[in-house]
């Protein structure tokens, strides 16, 4: 050791061991929590924005957000719409979240929703179930607990989107009535 240097501190071993181990980012689906409160306020991390028509999607094995194609239709994103972190569904993702709120945010941004639905779906013969949710944090809807607290068009708005933005790709979707909180909650406690 060079004359006049100190020895440099030694790091906390499990800042070390915890480094050592980590090889990629954190995974948006595995690492991040759901949520101390869930079923009922739960973390929501969002793939695609508010108005837009590029279909962001969850690459498994990265756990970044990836571009997976543009809607083929005129039809965008009635709200945020991602997945809740740490669930795991019968088609083998994550539990589906639509998430109603003020603004848009940035795909791979996550945060706090509370379910005010569900609203089953069947997707190419597969069930793909939604949940309806609100951001717990957005002043203008965390007051809400139950679908029926939506206006009949906003309802009307995310079944047409959902019904509607993959027939230009001549696939089959197929939506049923919606469900309420309690039945939601209870999808996610199931998928975690």
């Known amino acids: 050791m060079a004359e006049g ?5 030694k790091l906390n071993q499990r800042m070390v061991s915890s480094l050592s181990k980590r090889t990629a980012a954190a ?35 990265t756990g970044m957000i990836k571009v997976d194609r543009i809607l083929y239709s005129s039809v965008v994103y009635p709200h945020n719409y991602g997945f809740v972190p740490r669930t795991l569904c019968e088609d083998g993702d994550p539990i589906d979240v639509l998430v109603l709120m003020q603004e848009p945010v940035i795909p791979g941004c996550f945060l706090r929703a509370k ?18 949710a609100v951001c717990v944090d957005d002043p ?9 607290e939506l206006s009949p068009h906003r309802l009307a708005e995310i079944r047409r989107f959902f019904e509607d933005y993959k027939k230009n790709e001549n696939k089959e979707v197929a939506v049923n009535d919606f469900l309420p909180p309690e039945t939601a909650q209870a999808a996610i406690k199931h998928s975690m």
């Open 5 to 9: 240097k100190k020895d440099s501190p």
């Open 27 to 61: 995974h948006s689906w595995h690492d991040l929590e759901i949520g101390p409160e869930a079923p009922l306020i739960f973390n929501a991390v969002v793939e695609i924005t508010k108005g837009s028509k590029v279909k962001y999607e969850l690459d498994k094995k």
């Open 115 to 132: 379910a005010i639905g569900l609203m089953p779906m069947i997707d190419q013969g597969e069930k793909d179930d939604k949940l309806i």
């Open 140 to 148: 203008e809807y965390r007051h809400l607990n139950d679908l029926k």
